[in-house]
């Protein structure tokens, strides 16, 4: 084991100065680190899932949020994400070169792995060359939807036009540790977004289900409309979205809905790589720390960040199945003496099987993809090439406990923007999101009496063009790799 690690961190470096980012390493390896056989393959797999997952958790997740208009810093942050919310960050900063670092890791891990696997495949059986087929396509969409995730926070939105001329983040495809790649276009990037795609969809013969810990073809479709919806091919992202409706429908009450984030179980979920209650990464304590109290008969909150009030605003309290399980009127300790009632996030409390006592745990599967998510697609793409975008959105409502709206115009495309902010709140859509639409924002406080919020930032305004959408690429791979030179983002110096 301590073998790979020291090949995958090197193999990190290759960006330029990206430090070695592998706390979570693959979890079992063999005693003699035979590199030939199936079981080794399956062991390096398993470790490559396991960092993979994490760029859907944790602060991967929640300091993009911080940065949109979706939560408030309360004065008990102490200063966790302070500098995020603040915009008050820079090319040098740590929170974004940790951000990136963890990508260029991941596709590190999982090219070490798809030469590896090249290099024994032809000394093993047929069938278990079958099996390293289906992890080659695994590898290739894992690849794709980490250099995806990369581009939604170092690049502009992809617009067909500019793509071929607008930075793209450095795409890297083998393991070699002297590479140096320029970032290239974002239609580069794409571009072999849409290869690795192709790949993942020939080789991964996995059938979908619920719930699913890897990689299944179902997967590669949902990450497919995905793409589509980015790369403005909406009859292909609506075709894709829509196809996997029956398969995993959605729930029908505010239990099943719970169910999704405190049992990590679901119809609706697509692809969730797994965790144990022994994973020691990914807490979402920013959230909701909550500590049972006997008196109250509820949690009492210790939680730094909160939703804005224009987004508690979204959520119908007496009929909208997410009150409760995605948000909710709950204690919060603002500070000692200072015991307020507001608004908190409680979609990730954690999964209640990970508890060990009445103190929340804070611990939930990322749910990668799952279907909600294709309902929204299908709308918006819909609704940008004509078709029916009131049908997919009113199934989702209808869901969710909600009429039908009978919108149409500009306000239909305002509701499906709701509907969006509603379902996917805190799972690090945010500000992908308000570069698509082309739309800024401006922040405003939660009205709960007594809170007591963070110094600043609670009134920014942000135009839908501000170059500061796009985070900085790490001025430290700037300097140390002289492909890099001149190619930094707008707004950020060198």
């Known amino acids: 084991m301590k073998n790979i690690i020291k090949f995958v961190c ?93 990508h260029y890791a991941i596709l590190a891990n999982v090219n070490f792995l798809l030469d590896k696997i090249e290099a024994m495949y032809d000394g093993l059986a047929a069938e278990e060359q079958a099996v390293l087929d289906v992890y080659i396509g695994e590898m290739h969409l894992l690849r794709a939807m980490t250099l995806r995730s990369a581009a939604l926070r170092y690049c502009k939105d992809y617009e067909p036009a500019t793509a071929a001329t607008d930075f793209g983040v450095p795409v890297v495809t083998t393991y070699d540790v002297t590479e140096r790649p320029s970032r290239g276009s974002l239609a580069d990037t794409y571009k072999r977004i849409t290869e690795d795609i192709a790949v993942a969809e020939r080789l991964v013969t996995t059938d979908g289900y619920a719930d699913a810990a890897y990689v299944t073809a179902d997967a590669v479709t949902a990450f497919k409309a995905q793409v589509y919806l980015d790369m403005h091919m909406y009859a292909e992202a609506s075709a894709a979205a829509s196809s996997l409706y029956a398969s995993y429908p959605l729930v029908k009450n505010a239990e099943e809905l719970e169910n999704m984030w405190r049992k990590d179980h679901s119809t609706e979920t697509i692809f969730q790589p797994a965790m144990t209650k022994n994973d020691l990464f990914g807490r979402y304590t920013d959230y909701h720390a909550g500590q049972w109290d006997d008196v109250l008969g509820d949690y009492r909150c210790d939680v730094a960040y909160i939703p804005e ?63 909600a998510d294709m309902y929204l697609i299908d709308a918006e793409a819909k609704y940008r090439s004509g078709g029916d975008a009131a049908a997919p959105l ?101």
């Open 10 to 102: 090197v193999g990190a470096l290759a960006l330029g100065s990206v430090s070695c980012d592998l706390d979570i390493p693959p979890k079992t390896m063999l005693p003699n680190d035979d590199v030939t056989t199936l079981a080794y393959a399956s062991s390096v797999r398993g470790g490559v899932y396991r960092i993979f997952r994490s760029i859907f958790m944790g602060e991967y997740v929640y300091y993009p949020d911080y940065y949109s208009d979706l939560f408030n810093e309360l004065s008990s942050s102490g200063n966790r994400g302070g500098m995020m919310y603040r915009w008050n960050i820079y090319s040098s900063d740590n929170d974004v070169a940790t951000n990136w670092n963890r």
């Open 309 to 371: 009030q224009w987004v508690c605003d979204l959520y119908d309290e007496e009929n909208d199945w997410r009150y409760g399980p995605y948000v909710d009127v709950q204690h919060i300790n603002n500070m000692a003496d200072n015991e307020v009632v507001g608004v908190v996030l409680t979609k990730l409390r954690g999964n209640t099987e990970f508890q060990t006592s009445t103190n929340l745990n804070w611990y939930n599967m990322p749910k990668v993809l799952r279907i």
């Open 394 to 494: 009113n199934a989702l409502r209808a869901a969710r406990g909600l009429t039908a709206t009978e919108a149409t115009g500009d306000a239909l495309f305002k509701e499906i923007q709701n509907e969006r902010t509603r379902e996917m709140i805190a799972e690090g859509g945010r500000i992908p999101d308000l570069k698509r639409w082309h739309i800024g924002f401006s922040r405003d406080k939660q009205t709960a009496r007594g809170l007591l919020f963070g110094q600043t930032g609670h009134d920014m305004k942000v135009a839908a063009d501000a170059d500061r959408l796009v985070w900085p690429i790490p001025r430290a791979d700037i300097l140390s790799n002289p492909n890099l030179k001149g190619q930094q983002n707008p707004g950020w110096g060198e």
